[in-house]
């Protein structure tokens, strides 16, 4: 099964927000919530559906903390079944999304102690960087260059920063989330997140990719 990555950067200057509005919740985390009830109760088809849903994002997230895709992919499956075997815990107090990101990344954690891993830089840029349809040859190497460029000082982060950008920016949680998956008080999620981007925004800089303020 290959999997492809394909995100949008939301890579901003903006300061950071101290609160966000509440927000009922989507049909997505309805939808979830109606299949951790039934894989609850043993049913597997249902948890197959939450694979589905999140094995690019959770492959997503163990490449960013290990630099490596073929450990990326096994830990991912590691992630899947350490989720099933717990799915029963589960009482919803974050969503689901949340919890499986909070699996992953202390997984990850476990894995690079265990292995005293180091990152490394990215070999290449991410199938997927590039824009779809008939773009201009020239626009799609530009395109290209520039995603490798941000995801080689996305890799250079320490691991605390760039966890907390690659769940804000790549994976889309919430503050609230990003704190409940890092398990730390806000403000440390907030701070861990100014302190990304502006070390991003420098190292960009220094690239020649992007212009300083």
Not at 143 to 170: Q, T, W
């Amino acid at each position: 099964m290959s999997v492809s990555l394909s995100w949008p950067l939301r890579y901003h200057n903006d300061a950071v927000q101290t609160q966000e509005p509440e927000k009922a919740i989507s049909p997505r985390a309805a939808e979830d919530m109606a299949l951790v009830a039934r894989a609850q109760t043993g049913d597997v088809a249902a948890f197959e559906v939450l694979v589905r849903q999140y094995r690019n994002e959770v492959y997503a997230l163990s490449y960013h903390f290990l630099r490596n895709r073929e450990e990326a992919w096994d830990v991912s499956q590691e992630v899947f079944i350490k989720a099933y075997r717990s799915i029963k815990k589960f009482r919803g107090e974050a969503g689901f999304k949340t919890w499986l990101m909070r699996i992953t990344a202390n997984h990850c954690k476990d894995f690079l102690k265990k292995r005293r891993l180091q990152t490394a830089p990215i070999e290449t840029a991410l199938p997927g960087d590039a824009p779809s349809g008939e773009a201009d040859p020239s626009d799609s190497l530009a395109a290209k260059e520039l995603g490798a460029a941000i995801d080689s000082a996305v890799a250079a982060l320490p691991e605390k920063h760039r966890a907390a950008f690659v769940l804000r920016e790549y994976q889309g949680l919430s503050y609230q989330e990003m704190a409940e998956v890092m398990e730390c008080s806000l403000g440390t999620v907030m701070s861990r997140l100014h302190h990304a981007r502006k070390k991003l925004q420098n190292a960009l800089v220094q690239m020649g990719v992007a212009e300083g303020s």
